[in-house]
């Protein structure tokens, strides 16, 4: 069984940046893809960004293009997901999630576990 722990999230201003990490502990997580979602309260849970197991392919939501970076470090079994000059709009709770493949999916029935979430909050 993977458990997986996101971390990283909290007030970020407009402009600022922060960085959200998702630890995988358990069953290793290297041989999937890996992805991060969003969800504001009373809206359902969207898709932000993937990577593959290797890294060598990501997705993004058009919503963050240009702003929003994934990756991965396999050896240490964590995704991250980079957070560049953000907006009021990026405020929810963001989660990590484990594919049920090795590669990229922008779909949420493809994801077979998930974590907890963090909260990102982001004030003009």
């Known amino acids: 069984q993977v458990h997986l722990e996101e971390s990283g999230g909290g007030l970020v201003q407009t402009g600022g940046s922060l960085r959200l990490s998702c630890a995988a502990s358990g069953r290793t997580a290297i041989p999937y893809g890996m992805g991060w979602f969003r969800q504001v309260p009373g809206k359902a849970r969207n898709f932000v960004a993937c990577i593959s197991r290797t890294g060598g392919s990501t997705a993004y939501a058009d919503s963050v293009k240009g702003r929003f970076t994934v990756s991965r470090d396999n050896a240490k079994n964590a995704v991250y997901l980079q957070v560049n000059s953000p907006k009021p709009e990026d405020t929810a709770v963001y989660y990590c999630?484990?594919?049920?493949?090795?590669?990229?999916?922008?779909?949420?029935?493809?994801?077979?576990?998930w974590g907890q979430g963090t909260q990102v909050t982001v004030s003009s």
């Open positions: 999630a484990r594919s049920y493949t090795g590669e990229i999916t922008l779909l949420e029935q493809g994801y077979a576990v």
